[in-house]
C-alpha cells in the first residue's frame, strides 16, 4: 500500500526496525540516556532552548497538555481557526473551562492577521491566544505566525502553536520567532509511529503554569519537566515508539532541517503540478497551500469516497478524505517526512487512473 495521509506516515525501515529493539526498564539508565538524547535532538528540530517534553499520547494530547497547564479556568482566549484541528481547541478551551472568543476563516483560506488584531483590541481579557500553524483537514499553512507573535506579545497573551503536521517539515523556528508553546507529534514529519507528542514551554509560560489554578495530573507538565531531570517519564512511556523516534532523529538531523524544508518544498509543488495538470482544482487558497498535505477539491460530477475506495482498491493507495463538513468533497494527499518522489509519482498515477475509470474529463 503506497500510504499518502497527512499521517500516519510510512515509516523508513530502519525507523521500524529501530522499534521492535527488546524492551528495557524505563526506570533504568538505558532509557535515561535515551529520553536525554532524544529531548537534546528534539530541541534542535524545534530551534529551540526552551524545554521539550515529550508525552505519551497522540498529538491532541499535546494540545489538551497545553490547555490544561496554561489556560486558567473562567480566563478569556482567542482562539484561530482555519479548519477542523482549529476547532479542536475551541472544544478544548470550552471543555475547561476557558471563555472562547472564536474567530473563524474560511476553511481554505488562512488567517487575518488585521482581524486578529480587531479581536484583541475588543477585548483586553484575552490572555491565551490559540493557532493552527498547519491545518492538515484543509491543506492551508497559517503564514503568520512571526508576526502573530509579536501582536499577541503587545497584549500581553501566552501563543500557544498547534505545529502538529508542520514541524520537522517546514519552516518554524520556535525561539527566533519567540513562540510560547509549540505541539507536535510523532506520526507525521517525524517519521515515527503514532504515540508520542511533543509540546515546548517558555520561560513565560512556566510563569503562566505557577499562576494557573486548573486541575490536572496525566498531562501535568511540572511532573514530565521534574521526572526528565531524572532520566525518567512520570508514567510509563511508549517505549517501542520512543526507540523509532531516535533514529529519525538521527537520520534528520544528518540530512539537514534546511534539506528537509527544501524538500518538503519540492515535493509539495510536485503534487500540486501533477493534480492541476489532471483538471483538479485545489482547495486551499492560492499562496497558502501547504507543503506537507494537498487538499484537492472533488469535482461536483464525481463522488469524494468513490475516489478514495477505487484508490484503494484497485491501485493501492491510500488518500484521506474531507473531515467534518467537507466529508466526501476533498481529497487528501500526505506528503511528509518519509516520501521518495517515486512514492508521490505512483499516488499520482493512482489518482489519475482513478479518474479515468471514472469517466472524469476535465
Ligand atoms: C494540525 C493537527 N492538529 C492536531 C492533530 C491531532 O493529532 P492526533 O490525531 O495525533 O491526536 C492533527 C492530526 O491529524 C493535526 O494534523
Given at each position: 500500500?503506497?500510504?499518502?495521509?497527512?499521517?500516519p506516515?510510512?515509516?523508513?525501515?530502519?525507523?521500524?526496525?529501530?522499534?521492535?529493539?527488546p524492551?528495557?526498564?524505563?526506570?533504568?539508565p538505558?532509557?535515561?540516556?535515551l529520553?536525554?538524547?532524544?529531548?537534546?535532538?528534539?530541541?534542535q528540530i524545534?530551534?529551540?532552548?526552551?524545554?521539550?517534553?515529550?508525552?505519551?499520547?497522540s498529538?491532541?494530547?499535546?494540545m489538551?497538555a497545553?490547555?490544561?497547564?496554561?489556560?486558567?479556568?473562567?480566563?478569556?482566549a482567542?482562539v484561530?481557526?482555519?479548519?477542523?484541528f482549529?476547532?479542536?481547541?475551541?472544544?478544548?478551551?470550552?471543555a475547561?473551562?476557558?471563555?472562547?472568543?472564536?474567530?473563524?476563516?474560511?476553511?481554505g483560506?488562512?488567517?487575518?492577521?488585521g482581524?486578529?488584531?480587531?479581536a484583541?483590541?475588543?477585548?483586553?481579557?484575552?490572555k491565551?491566544?490559540?493557532?493552527?500553524h498547519?491545518?492538515?483537514?484543509?491543506g492551508v499553512?497559517?503564514p503568520?505566525i512571526?508576526?502573530?507573535v509579536k501582536v499577541?506579545q503587545?497584549?500581553?497573551?501566552?501563543l500557544?502553536?498547534?505545529?502538529?503536521s508542520?514541524?520537522?517539515?517546514?519552516?518554524?523556528?520556535?525561539?527566533?520567532?519567540?513562540v510560547?508553546?509549540?505541539?507536535?507529534?510523532s506520526?507525521?514529519g517525524?517519521?515515527?509511529?503514532?504515540?508520542?507528542?511533543?509540546?515546548s514551554?517558555?520561560?513565560?509560560?512556566?510563569?503562566?503554569?505557577?499562576?494557573?489554578?486548573?486541575?490536572?495530573?496525566?498531562?501535568d507538565?511540572?511532573?514530565?519537566k521534574?521526572?526528565l531531570?531524572?532520566?525518567?517519564?512520570?508514567?510509563?512511556p511508549?517505549?517501542s515508539?520512543?526507540?523509532?523516534?531516535?533514529?529519525?532523529?538521527?537520520?534528520?538531523?544528518?540530512?539537514?532541517?534546511?534539506?528537509?524544508?527544501?524538500?518538503?518544498?519540492?515535493?509539495?509543488?510536485?503534487?500540486?503540478?501533477?493534480?492541476?495538470?489532471?483538471?483538479?482544482?485545489?482547495?486551499?487558497?492560492?499562496?497558502?497551500?501547504?507543503n506537507?498535505v494537498?487538499?484537492?477539491?472533488?469535482?461536483?460530477?464525481?463522488?469524494g469516497?468513490?475516489?478514495?475506495?477505487?484508490?484503494?482498491?484497485?491501485?493501492s493507495?491510500?488518500?484521506?478524505?474531507?473531515?467534518?463538513?467537507?466529508?466526501?468533497?476533498?481529497?487528501?494527499?500526505g506528503?511528509?517526512g518519509?516520501m521518495?518522489?517515486?512514492?508521490?509519482?505512483?499516488?499520482?498515477?493512482?489518482?489519475?487512473?482513478?479518474?479515468v475509470?471514472?469517466?472524469?474529463?476535465?
Amino acid at each position: 500500500m503506497n500510504l499518502r495521509l497527512p499521517g500516519p506516515i510510512p515509516v523508513p525501515e530502519p525507523v521500524a526496525q529501530a522499534g521492535a529493539a527488546p524492551m528495557i526498564n524505563h526506570r533504568g539508565p538505558e532509557f535515561a540516556s535515551l529520553i536525554q538524547r532524544t529531548t537534546e535532538k528534539l530541541k534542535q528540530i524545534y530551534l529551540t532552548k526552551n524545554d521539550v517534553l515529550t508525552l505519551t499520547a497522540s498529538g491532541t494530547g499535546a494540545m489538551e497538555a497545553a490547555v490544561v497547564n496554561f489556560m486558567p479556568p473562567g480566563s478569556h482566549a482567542l482562539v484561530i481557526t482555519i479548519g477542523v484541528f482549529g476547532n479542536r481547541f475551541k472544544e478544548l478551551v470550552s471543555a475547561y473551562g476557558g471563555i472562547a472568543t472564536v474567530l473563524e476563516f474560511n476553511f481554505g483560506s488562512a488567517a487575518d492577521l488585521g482581524q486578529i488584531k480587531d479581536a484583541l483590541e475588543k477585548n483586553s481579557e484575552i490572555k491565551t491566544v490559540f493557532v493552527t500553524h498547519n491545518e492538515t483537514s484543509t491543506g492551508v499553512t497559517n503564514p503568520i505566525i512571526p508576526d502573530l507573535v509579536k501582536v499577541v506579545q503587545d497584549h500581553d497573551a501566552l501563543l500557544i502553536v498547534d505545529a502538529i503536521s508542520s514541524l520537522s517539515s517546514v519552516e518554524f523556528r520556535t525561539d527566533d520567532w519567540e513562540v510560547d508553546v509549540v505541539c507536535s507529534g510523532s506520526q507525521k514529519g517525524w517519521m515515527t509511529a503514532p504515540g508520542l507528542s511533543f509540546i515546548s514551554v517558555s520561560e513565560k509560560a512556566w510563569k503562566r503554569f505557577e499562576e494557573n489554578s486548573q486541575p490536572r495530573f496525566y498531562f501535568d507538565l511540572l511532573r514530565h519537566k521534574k521526572a526528565l531531570a531524572d532520566g525518567q517519564t512520570p508514567w510509563t512511556p511508549a517505549i517501542s515508539v520512543w526507540f523509532s523516534l531516535d533514529k529519525a532523529l538521527d537520520m534528520m538531523i544528518e540530512e539537514g532541517l534546511d534539506a528537509i524544508w527544501a524538500r518538503h518544498a519540492r515535493a509539495g509543488q510536485r503534487v500540486r503540478d501533477g493534480v492541476r495538470a489532471m483538471g483538479l482544482q485545489l482547495f486551499s487558497q492560492e499562496g497558502v497551500e501547504s507543503n506537507t498535505v494537498t487538499s484537492i477539491t472533488v469535482p461536483t460530477e464525481l463522488d469524494g469516497l468513490e475516489i478514495l475506495k477505487i484508490a484503494r482498491e484497485r491501485y493501492s493507495t491510500v488518500f484521506a478524505g474531507g473531515q467534518a463538513g467537507l466529508k466526501g468533497q476533498i481529497i487528501r494527499f500526505g506528503h511528509l517526512g518519509y516520501m521518495p518522489d517515486s512514492d508521490l509519482d505512483s499516488a499520482l498515477d493512482a489518482l489519475r487512473n482513478t479518474l479515468v475509470d471514472l469517466n472524469f474529463k476535465a
